[in-house]
């Protein structure tokens, strides 16, 4: 097979989508112009450029081979200007005018799901102008649903904060049907769009064909990527404002942009499965991707947590590596939701433990039983004395365990009942 | 070499192999029917001991919980052995493979070679007339085979202390292995306090060689008992396979799980067999010697006779686990060496609501993996493994069993939907277990109280039918079987093991099953002018 020829630039090289899409391009061999802010870390050729900057027209050409297509992926999300002289508008035009300038006819624009006409967010609006400006028969729009996997950036990593900070989450339309897609699966459509030899159509939706309520997708978030269950309270959105704007000011790790908010009060349901066809795109299934993404981590967490708890020592590699593995055989690579105080203090796992019953793995007792078979190997003296030790230290020992085990009795006799 | 039809042997556990010697060596072909494939490898020649496991050696992991993390499942409810020495697939699949249905009975049984001997205590005791029932067998006519078997083993233990006779005085028996600090100082206080009528304390009698015989050596002390011996110094039937199947006269045939056996003496026996494959083996021989365990060697014989629709007893030993604490050994060491099986037992004599005695066992806790220690303590993991901490240097772990009459579980062949015969076992326990188990626990407390013992609070726990594995009673000779162990409408099927036991009584009965089998077999094979 021939090495293909075809040469992609892709402008926003740096970001959430446009990294993955430029690792992707290369793995696939092709070869890739990239232009971004700062410099992307997968070896490509590139130029710096931003939204504001004049287009550098030596990146369409003095390369090794002509640019078949633009992936036009970058986005400025902080603005200071009006909408009608955003940067968005006015570089992106420019990035148009400079490809039709230079011949080259495949031109790709990073849309959404939420552009069009009116929509209740400036990104939405702004994405509708400029696929209003895509008049070329292989000028393109990618009407991209909600981006999910990779890491936590952008919208992404404010949906991640969202579903994990916190147990309650007042919301409106939790009811409103999202359409989730791979990072991934994002980029092999944008790729395919920029390839596809006879474009039959000059929008082509990457979003998940079968949509679901927003906040059944933020509870799969929530107990994937966090390990916990959380509560979603219908709100009207004059109050989500004012809580996004509360949250905004504390001084929490948290940021939430009001404008991504808008962007899903205001996000409609758009007809995917037939442009899905017509690229021979199936993203992925939801719930398997996010196991398959999150479940080793968080079964890694789950390890040293427990086995942290039941030995009071940092536990080994291959003890975790037989946690894990436990976990995988015997409990089908489920993890327990799990307190996030307890990464940081593993003894919080204690009040969890349920004082008796079944030592299955679907509770913490039978969980913390296992990690207590696994940390045996290297309890040692503190468990196995090979020299004598005092009767009044043992003495000690033994009533201060005592007593915070009968304190502990009525918290973990709560605390452990078996999860849902 | 004799061309007559083989003795067809269905087991090769305890019973299986120790029919198969008599009956090879008098020169007999002899064909051993085998469900599972290959034995359960030997654990490592070069694995440490349990202290330098617990403390960290490289490895440690793959030793104490099995590479394929067999040792991470659930199995409280059972032997810690049943977990520690042994992979998921030895006891998985049993009851399907011999199409018994259990309720309420936690039937324990492997379709491996050597059968639960790969995972034996190893506790030996003969059985005298009253252990037998006073009718079917007697004391007398199993003498000579106790010896045979005994030799062939490897039996060690002590001829001179007050359970010596218990256990049976007679055998050759090689010298004690060393007692741990701790049992040596229960036994010591024992030895210094008055006497009681109605309880003994002494040395175990194991099937633990403190001498090697063969290839197997004598016991290192490793304190890994619980995971399979690495020297082999526990008895196992396996080894025996071995040696049978080196002979000309015997073959193996594994891999083939009988499900049907028939014949009579006018004509050959048969058993039928599957393979994982689905093709189906039929295997004639002069008789068929039924050792599949007791509850699969029922089904067989009851499927032989159409025995329909009409309960069976099966008798089971119910027995108590329980914890006591020696307060003086607390603060000592654990020491590096150790045996890990049983080190002292002792006999309690019960007189309500039945006459009749317990038998006891202690086992040196530390000898016993954390896991099995902190199963049912309702303290949190961590609390317990510092409980233990205190604890292990002055602590022991008890079992003790009832005689059979407690139990009161039962079994019926019955015919399925899919056309095939099941049986249905239901396990339960006679009406005065409760009251039984009040008494003995009583006489437990009171009596190592009396030692400077202490049994631990909420420590005493019972098992579930079943879960004690001793298995008999179900088709009793002389009264349900001949008294060769044969069916009486199919007499070309004898069941050569526990299923024909008159009596289930407090002791451990895998010797006398096998003496049984012995004495079985050699009447066989004298019955055939061999000698």
Redesign the interface.
């Known amino acids: 097979m021939t090495r293909p020829r075809d040469h992609l630039l892709i402008t926003g090289a740096n970001g959430y989508v446009g990294a993955r899409l430029l690792s992707m391009a290369l793995a696939d061999g092709y070869d890739v112009t990239a232009l971004s802010r700062t410099r992307p870390i997968a070896a490509s050729r590139w130029f710096r450029w931003s939204l504001t900057d004049p287009v550098p027209t030596e990146a369409f050409g003095s390369g090794t081979t002509p640019i078949t297509a633009i992936l036009h992926i970058a986005h400025q999300w902080e603005s200071d200007r009006p909408e009608d002289e955003d940067e968005n508008l006015a570089g992106s035009r420019a990035l148009l005018a400079a490809a039709r300038v230079a011949g080259i006819k495949r031109f790709v624009l990073a849309s959404s799901v939420s552009a069009r006409d009116g929509a209740l967010n400036r990104y939405g609006r702004v994405k509708w102008r400029l696929t209003q400006e895509l008049n070329g028969p292989e000028e393109l729009a990618a009407r991209i649903g909600m981006v999910y996997g990779g890491p936590r950036l952008g919208q992404w990593g404010a949906m991640c904060a969202l579903a994990g900070k916190l147990p309650v989450l007042p919301m409106v339309g939790a009811n409103k049907g999202v359409q989730p897609i791979h990072v991934d699966d994002v980029c092999r459509g944008l790729l395919r769009m920029a390839l596809i030899p006879h474009p039959d159509r000059p929008v082509y939706g990457l979003a998940a064909p079968c949509p679901i309520p927003f906040g059944h997708w933020l509870k799969l978030l929530a107990r994937h990527i966090h390990g916990s269950s959380l509560v979603i309270l219908s709100l009207p959105l004059s109050l989500v404002l004012l809580a996004v704007r509360i949250v905004n000011r504390l001084p929490l790790p948290i940021r939430v942009a009001e404008e991504r908010v808008m962007g899903l009060v205001g996000l409609p349901i758009i007809e995917t499965a037939a442009d899905l066809t017509a690229l021979g795109l199936a993203p992925r299934p939801l719930e398997p991707a996010l196991a398959s993404e999150f479940g080793r981590r968080r079964r890694l967490e789950e390890a040293r947590a427990a086995l942290a708890c039941v030995s009071g020592a940092r536990p080994r590699p291959s003890q975790i590596a037989a946690y894990c593995r436990g976990i995988e055989r015997h409990a089908n690579g489920t993890t327990l939701p799990m307190p996030r105080l307890a990464h940081r203090y593993p003894p919080l796992l204690r009040l969890f433990e349920p004082p008796f019953g079944s030592l299955d793995l679907g509770n913490w007792r039978g969980r913390l039983h296992m990690a207590l078979t696994i940390a045996e190997c290297s309890l040692g003296d503190t468990v196995f004395p090979t020299t004598p030790v005092s009767r009044f230290r043992v003495g000690l020992c033994l009533l201060s365990t005592i007593i915070t085990e009968c304190l502990s009795l009525p918290v973990r006799m709560i605390l452990g009942r078996r999860p849902k | 070499m004799s061309t007559a039809p083989p003795v067809v042997i269905v087991g090769t556990g305890p019973a299986g192999v120790s029919a198969a010697f008599p009956l090879a060596q008098a020169g007999l072909p002899v064909c051993l029917v085998e469900a599972g494939g290959e034995s359960l490898p030997p654990p490592s020649a070069s694995r440490p001991s349990l202290?330098e496991?617990?403390?960290?050696v490289p490895d440690?992991?793959d030793y104490?919980?099995g590479r394929d993390?067999g040792?991470?499942?659930?199995m409280?409810r059972y032997s810690p052995k049943l977990r520690t020495a042994a992979s998921p697939s030895f006891v998985d699949g049993y009851a399907a493979a011999n199409r018994i249905d259990a309720t309420g009975f936690d039937l324990v049984g492997t379709t491996t070679p050597g059968g639960l001997s790969n995972i034996w205590g190893a506790v030996c005791s003969t059985f005298d007339d009253d252990d037998l029932g006073q009718c079917g067998l007697c004391a007398k006519d199993l003498a000579p085979s106790y010896r045979v078997v005994a030799e062939r083993i490897g039996i060690s233990g002590s001829l001179d202390d007050d359970m010596a006779s218990f256990h049976g005085i007679g055998l050759p028996t090689q010298p004690a292995v060393p007692l741990s600090p701790m049992a040596q100082s229960l036994l010591d206080r024992y030895d210094r306090t008055e006497k009681q009528a109605d309880f003994k304390l002494g040395r175990s009698r194991n099937a633990v060689l403190s001498q090697g015989i063969g290839t197997r050596k004598s016991c290192t002390q490793d304190n890994l008992c619980m995971w399979r011996c690495r020297h082999q110094a526990i008895y196992n039937a396996a080894n025996d396979l071995s040696d049978l199947e080196a002979m000309p006269n015997v073959t193996v045939l594994r891999n083939l799980t009988v499900r049907r056996v028939g014949g009579s003496s006018s004509e050959l026996g048969w058993a039928e067999g599957h393979r994982a494959d689905g093709s189906v083996v039929r295997v004639a021989g002069r008789r068929i010697l039924l050792a599949a365990g007791a509850i699969a060697s029922a089904r067989l014989a009851l499927e032989a006779i159409s025995r329909f629709d009409s309960p069976v007893p099966v008798v089971s030993a119910p027995a108590i686990a329980f914890a006591i604490l020696l307060p003086s050994r607390?603060?000592?060491?654990?020491p590096?060496q150790s045996f890990g099986l049983s080190q002292l037992s002792f006999r309690l004599d019960l007189h309500d609501p039945r006459p009749g005695y317990a038998l006891g066992l202690l086992y040196d806790a530390?000898s016993i993996?954390?896991?099995d220690l902190?199963?049912h303590m309702?303290?949190?993991?961590?609390?317990?493994?510092?409980?233990?901490?205190?604890?292990?240097?002055g602590l022991m772990i008890g079992l003790a069993y009832l005689p059979g009459e407690y139990s009161a579980s039962h079994a019926t062949l019955r015919k399925r939907a899919d056309g095939f015969a099941h049986l249905d076992l239901r396990g339960a326990y006679a009406p005065e277990h409760p009251a039984a188990i009040q008494h003995l626990a009583r006489g437990i407390r009171r009596h190592f109280a009396r030692l400077g013992a202490w049994v631990l609070p909420g420590s005493i726990s019972a098992y579930r039918p079943g879960a004690e594995v001793h298995y008999g009673g179900i088709l009793p000779l002389g009264k349900a079987t001949g008294s060769l162990g044969e069916m009486p409408d199919a007499d070309a099927i004898h069941i050569i093991d526990g299923a024909v036991l008159p009596r289930v009584p407090a002791k451990h009965h895998t010797l006398t099953i096998m003496a049984n089998a012995d004495r079985i077999g050699r009447a066989l094979a004298r019955r055939w002018g061999h000698a």
């Open positions: 202290s496991l617990r403390h960290g440690a992991l104490l919980i993390l040792g991470l499942r659930d409280s607390l603060g000592r060491a654990i590096a530390a993996s954390i896991a902190v199963a309702p303290l949190t993991r961590a609390g317990a493994a510092r409980v233990l901490a205190g604890l292990l240097p």
